[in-house]
Every structure is written in C-alpha cells, then in structure tokens.
C-alpha cells in the first residue's frame, strides 16, 4: 500500500504523523511511504532520515494526494487540504467532527473513508489513540494556567504552588479522565490546592487513592460545581463525551462571576469545549480576556512539544497503521471492531453516531457500509 505523510499545516502545528523509524517499520511490511518534504522538520525529523529508512520524499503535498492510498495525518484536514482528498483515499487522522459542520460536510461530499484516532476503542474499552495527546495536553494544561496567571499575561498575579506564608493558588479540573489525571499530577506536584469534579464516583476514589490528602474531590452537580468555579484561581476544563461535542460546563453567567483575572484552560476546545465563552485560539495567539477572566483555549495544546508529541503519538497508531495497510481498510475494520468504531465518514455517509447527533445528520451503522451483519457484529 502507498502511504502518504503530510506536513501539517494547521497553524503553529509542528507534529508529524510518522517518524522515520515508524517509516522503517512499514517499509518493512512491504509499503510504500511518501512523504512530503520538510514534514519532519518541526519535530526534528530530517529528509535525510526518513530517505535513510527507506521512505520516498514528495516534493509538494499535491504529490502526495496524487499517489497515496492511505492519508495519515496529526490533525484534522484544513480546508485547501480537504479539497485534494479523493473517494477511492482513505484518511486517518484526529477529526474531532461534532463541532465541525464545515469539515464533516466536505469530507461527506468528497466520498472519503475517514476514520478518527478519537473515536477508536482499544480491546479494555478505553481510547488508545486520545490517550497520548491527552496526557500531554493535561500535562501542558497546568503549564499554560501557571503562565495566564502571571500579571503580564493579564492574569491575577498568583503562584501556583504559593509560598510558605502565602496561600497557593486554588485549581479547579473538570473531568478526572485522563486528561484531568494529568493535570492532577502536575497541579499537586506544584504544590497547588486542587479539587478535580467528576460525576464518576468510581473515578473519583482511584484519584483519592492515588493522591490522598493532597487532592480534593467533588462529586458533579450544578451547585458544587458552580462553588468551586467561582472560588478559582485556574479552572482546567477537561471533559470528554466520546465523539461528541463537549457539554458546556462552565456558563457564560458563572464567568461573569469568577474570581477578576483568573483563568481558564479549556483542554476541550477542539471538541466544541466546555466552558461556554471559549472559543479556539492558537499557539501564535493563545489567550484572549472574556468577563475580566483569561482564556486559553489553543486546539492543538501538544503541538507545542511536537517532538515528544510525535513519538507518543506514533507509539499509539503505528499499529493500527500497519493494520491498515497489511490487511487493507475494509478488512482491517471488518476484523477489528475497535478500529471500526473510529470509522466516522464513508461512501458519504455519517458512520459515529455521536457526530450525527450532534450535527443533525442522518446515520448510517458502519456495518453496514462495511457490509457486515448487524447481529453478527
């Protein structure tokens, strides 16, 4: 099979689908791995490497449309890029789509086969391909929250972890999966007053089990959740509905009434996010000030860190890559139904319900595009 790796071009993203190594291991297979010029050059990859594991360098992202089978990708297709996409191509890739009409529209009209690393399920359940970006994004979360509470990004003046004699700063994170998992460890290793809400009382006890007396939890309701908003200093928005746009946590009335020049950090952003005054910024751009309260809401949070990013990404879809080419797309995601639950868009039709829903589109079961039974699957 004929891969192609794009240069991401989504703005400041400097990940890479594929390091060379990850090139070698499909070469090996038997594939054939294009790759546009200069794609690895943010993440410190060179030409030079990837030509050494055996890729073959395009000159122009056009090259690469022209003669791929299977569009591997970081981030979603930006718009000159959607339109290059062809009905026999198949994409994989981050989509994000039930916040994205524009996208999912255009992906449907172009007849592709678009899978989404989000949506794939591994065999306990959880969400391999999210999973790497999440931690780092969580990670990074606490980072960028400690940076918009500084006085010269328009924040409260406050540090995180205090001193002794001064009160630490108080964190507030919403969701404990693994995004706010991530956050939690580095918040408590800063020294911060924590509390993380969760609606799962399951996930609340393992993050009490983990960090002790060192965390507060919070069992999701409206009136505890509003409580601990206003009482912030840094609120990590880090919700997650798998395939679905995130639900608006945070209201525009509860902004209104935080903490002057707090901050939050809106890790869902790229799902829609939940906290209702955010809207999706960038790296060269980052923060804006909605109601007196600093917002970060960057949509591609470990692009920023693109090289360990990559890696951890790669670790995570390389073998769902090399499924994909070994075994052909339909068959790998006739075989596999955790790869078959990231299928989102094919033949022209919405395959993940919750893109649907969200969207008010109609759906189409991805068994049956696939033709596959519906009982037998």
Partial sequence: ???????????????????????????????????????????????????????????????????????????EPQAEERARLSEDQVLFTYLHLAADAAQTAELVERGVTAIAYESVVGPN?????????????????????????????????????????????????????????????????????????????????????RFGSALHTLHSSGGALEEAVLGADLVIGAVLVRGARAPHLVTTEMVKQMRPRSAVVDVAIDQGGCIETSRPTTHANPTYLAYDVVHYCVANMPGAVPRTSTFALEHATLPYIAMLADLGPREAMRSNPGLRAGLSICQGQVTEPAVAESLGLSFTAPEEVLGLSLTAA
């Fill in 1 to 75: 099979m004929r891969i192609g790796i794009l240069k991401e071009i989504k703005s400041e993203e400097r990940r890479v689908a594929l390091t060379p190594g990850g090139a070698a291991d499909l070469v090996g297979r038997g594939h054939q791995v294009l790759v546009e010029r200069g794609c690895g050059d943010g993440a410190g990859f060179t030409d030079e490497e990837y030509i050494t594991h055996g890729a073959t360098i395009a000159d122009s992202a056009q090259s690469v449309f022209d003669q791929a089978d299977l569009i591997v990708k970081v981030k």
């Fill in 125 to 209: 359940g959880g969400l391999p391909l999210l999973a790497p970006m999440s931690q780092v994004a969580g990670r990074m979360s606490i980072q960028a929250g400690a940076h918009c509470l500084e006085s010269s990004q328009g924040g409260r003046g406050v540090l995180l972890g205090g001193v002794p004699g001064v009160a630490p700063a108080r964190v507030v994170i919403l969701g404990g999966g693994v995004v706010g998992r991530n956050a939690v460890q580095m918040a408590v290793g800063l020294g911060a007053d924590v509390t993380v809400i969760d609606r799962d009382v399951s996930v609340l006890e393992d993050l009490n089990s």
